[in-house]
């Protein structure tokens, strides 16, 4: 991608205007809806719905049902400004009465998405204001695909949920991707099976009315690969119902108990293995469950275990041969023969997140470097990074990082272990440092002389007492393809003139680098 910014394609441009236009049309309808409504509430009902119908089917007709998820991302963006510009324009002499019209007219309108052609709705992403209709009108979505309810009442209201969420499902028969957090219930549950054969993947994590009855229901879903669980109701003997006679799953999501149920399905029912679970992910496991583990469930590819050096060998985890995705938490990286681990299957690994690790020195920097060539992201999270006693001098037989594409450090290094780090991962396209990571300028100038980050695409900095605009230019001048600089307002040796003056930089030169403060919480 250029490093300047581009005009946009003309799709796109159609797509921006298209929203902007329905958002016109709410704000045209306002003044007349209103007026009606002052003299018959009903009449100014049905002729705002039988406008928004008019609007919907004139996009239905004229927008390519493929582009239909894009259109919908611009329409609720032009009717959030809309809401936000209405909500400011009310002055303190203003009709109430006025302004509730004008607000119910531009949540109306967001129906004029409500067609076969959206596949994707994410209630999250969705402004408030918006989220009622989506949950009122969404057995008009017939095409959907993935549904996020999100948290729905928060498990306050389950109740007076249910029902509306079920006459929405009774509709929906193409779903695959389903989540309902806190709020569902064995007659929700239902209602999927009856209507919903497609689900592939479903989260009804902390809902507190799914218990071990509820497996006899999920177990009726014959496509399911993955189902969440977490902090709902269902026990050991509910988890291990699961694994017996669903063969299609691979994810369960998080369980610590997953240890125990293998151990008593291993006692009570051994010729039922080996499972075709994917996904393994336990704060709690013996020497005797990871065993387990390698033993009924061959083919785990992510793997995230939390180290208990009393009770388990990681050494265990060797005979994972399709492990990929490795997370461990507190352990040691010699003492725990992460180093051992790392030597049989790091050939194999493409993500490696250590967390609250310890003994990780300049030494075990190069053996990961060495033993996990094919390595694309790294994260060291909370890790303890040592001064090394006696350096490794042998030649380094594989270049350092070359395949690292991500890198997430929130923890304390020295500035030797980071410029080993950061000098080698050529082809790095996503940094994030944590606050305990304190680069300088010096530090800064030296790696960029030697690795100019070309292929960089997010720095992440969160925070530094001693970074200044000059590496914050060098950073633009070297980082060719950089587009997201953020976490700047952390920076505290920049003042509010220089940050504007960065803006004005980018503008005037037409660089395609965002330095708007955004937080991301999936790194």
Known sequence: MSRYKQPRNLQKLALIKLGDWVALQAQIHMKPIASLAQKDINGAHIALTENVNYIRDFLNYNVPWMIHDLLSHEVIRALSDLLEETKQSLGFRASMGKFVTQMNVIVKMTEVLFTKNLTRVCVDTIPKMLRSVFYSKLSMLKGLVYLNLGSLSGGWKTADMEEGVIQSLKELHCLKYLFINYDCTDNILKCIVDNCNLIEKLDVSCSKCITNESIDIILKLKNLRSI?????????????????????????????????????????????????????????????????????????????????????????????KDLRDLKLLSCDFYADQVKQVLQVKGCNITNLHLEHVDQIDLNALMYISQMCPL??????????????????????????????????????????????????????????????????????????????????????????????????????????????????????????????????????????????????YDI
């Not at 070359?402 to 020295?414: D, E, F, Q, Y």
């Open 228 to 320: 969440q669980l977490y902090r709902t109701f269902v026990s050991k003997e509910g988890f291990t119902k699961l694994l017996l006679k669903c063969k299609t799953l691979e994810d369960i999501g998080r369980c610590d108990d997953i240890g125990r149920i293998l151990e008593f399905i291993d006692l009570t029912n051994s010729t039922a293995k080996p499972f075709n679970l994917k996904i393994y992910v336990s704060r709690y496991a013996t020497m005797q469950h990871l065993q387990l583990a390698v033993e009924m469930c061959p083919y785990i590819r992510y793997l995230t275990v939390f180290h208990n050096t009393l009770q388990s060998d990681l050494m265990a985890l060797v005979g994972l």
């Open 375 to 520: 390595l694309e992201s790294l994260t060291l999270y909370n890790c303890t990074l040592i001064q090394h006693t006696s350096l490794y001098t042998k030649k380094l037989e594989i270049l350092p990082y070359r395949n690292l594409k991500k890198i997430t450090c929130v923890s304390k290094c020295t500035d030797e272990q980071l410029l080993f780090i950061f000098t080698n991962c050529l082809n790095v396209e996503f940094i994030h440092t944590g606050t305990a990571v304190q680069f300088t300028d010096e530090l800064i100038f030296k790696i960029l002389d030697k690795n100019p980050l070309i292929y960089l695409k997010e720095l992440r900095i969160m925070q530094s007492d001693f970074l200044t605009m000059t590496s914050v230019e060098r950073f633009i001048q070297s980082c060719m393809n950089l587009e997201i600089l953020v976490e700047l307002e952390s920076w505290t040796l920049l003042t509010d003139s220089d940050r504007e003056h960065i803006r004005n930089y980018i503008k005037v030169n037409n660089l395609n680098i965002d330095i708007f403060p955004t937080r991301r």
